[in-house]
């Protein structure tokens, strides 16, 4: 029975071997390679724009014509990462696409300057990403990809301010205790600790909590509590 289940099995890869389509990532007839930067590698701060470029080497004696495209523009975007082609190599492009449908290279030439734009915005998370690209051959089956490497600055941004259903003013009785919600806001785009610590105060005030680790683009509420003493007077004021 194993014997049968193995003659099944071979005649089955056989199949598809033969039926699978001719697709190869390594070309024969021509080579795509970073342009600038020569290491496909960048950096960018939030709220930036920048511009890397490839090239389209066609090694064979005839013209080419490819296609290009974005593979991971989607996934980029969930990161706050916009990305585009904005020039052919001939002419700046007019609209943002990820794919230019094509790309003319004379025989045993080069085509280079074509380019993807990069913007961090204002909600890009800080780390390193990859673009993903591919050019193929409109005439075959043949293609090439490759990677450009972007690094999102860090920024560090944070504010504090009373949670929604607080008064700016409020009341305590003598020898009591009352407390705040303080909503401590990461503007930042890193995952981020903050340290809380509070001027001198004529009654007791201190936090919940003295630190506090938050999310990129996120907030947390800490505790803030008042205890007064006995000799305090109807009408004193703190802040």
């Not at 950096?43 to 013209?63: A, G, R």
């Not at 509590?225 to 305090?232: G, I």
Request: charged share 25%; proline share 2%.
């Amino acid at each position: 029975m194993s014997h049968i289940r193995s003659l099944l099995l071979i005649a089955i890869l056989s199949l598809i071997v033969v039926t699978a389509p001719e697709i190869t990532a390594d070309a024969s007839d021509f080579n795509l390679d970073h342009d600038d930067p020569l290491d496909g590698n960048a950096n960018v701060d939030p709220e930036q724009i920048i511009d890397m470029s490839v090239k389209v080497e066609n090694v064979v004696d005839q013209p080419m014509s490819f296609e290009m495209k974005i593979l991971n523009d989607d996934d980029l975007q969930s990161s706050g990462i916009d990305v585009w082609w904005s020039h052919n190599g001939e002419t700046s492009l007019t609209s943002k696409s990820n794919t230019i449908p094509k790309v003319d290279v004379s025989d045993n030439s080069v085509k280079s300057g074509i380019t993807v734009s990069v913007e961090a915005t204002e909600n890009a998370v800080y780390g390193d990403y990859s673009i993903e690209l591919r050019c193929k051959d409109k005439d075959s089956e043949e293609f090439e990809e490759i990677s450009l490497s972007i690094t999102v600055n860090e920024k560090a941004d944070v504010t504090l301010q009373l949670s929604e259903n607080e008064d700016e003013t409020g009341s305590i009785d003598i020898n009591s205790q009352t407390t705040y919600e303080i909503q401590v806001n990461n503007n930042g785009n890193k995952l981020d600790t903050f340290t809380l610590t509070l001027d001198e105060n004529e009654w007791d005030t201190e936090f919940e909590s003295s630190q506090v680790t938050i999310e990129a683009f996120s907030s947390q509420i800490v505790i803030l509590s008042v205890t007064t003493e006995n000799d305090v007077d109807f009408g004193d004021l703190d802040s």
